[in-house]
């Protein structure tokens, strides 16, 4: 079963940055769009970006212009570079699978803290 592993979270003040990673157990993801998904306090988990390949990313209008996403398939991760931080960015960060059916069991999160 393949793991996922998030890392980089933190807490910093509005304006600030962070480069947040996920490690994948499996190369049956590799050929498949990966995405980071964030879940805030008491509201439902929602799409953030998305990746199949460094020429086809997605993001929603909210992180467009401060986020990028990237993959390196040889090394099985997912990276999300977050700048300009917004107190609305505070969540817990996930990544997996866009397509629900090959995705798998979702890992720990990591959390991302931002300061007023």
């Known amino acids: 079963q393949v793991q996922l592993v998030e890392s980089g979270g933190g807490s910093v003040p509005a304006g600030g940055s962070l480069r947040l990673s996920c490690t994948y157990s499996?190369?049956?993801?590799?050929?498949?769009?990966m995405g980071w998904y964030r879940q805030a306090p008491g509201k439902e988990r929602e799409w953030v970006a998305k990746i199949l390949d460094a020429r086809n990313t997605d993001y929603i209008d909210s992180v467009k212009g401060r986020f990028k996403i990237s993959r390196n398939n040889m090394r099985n991760t997912v990276h999300l570079e977050m700048n300009n931080l917004k107190p609305e960015d505070t969540a817990v960060y996930y990544c997996?699978?866009?397509?629900?059916?090959?995705?798998?069991?979702w890992g720990q999160g990591t959390q991302v803290t931002v300061s007023s």
């Open positions: 499996a190369n049956v993801l590799d050929s498949f769009a």
């Open positions: 997996n699978a866009v397509q629900e059916r090959v995705r798998a069991r």
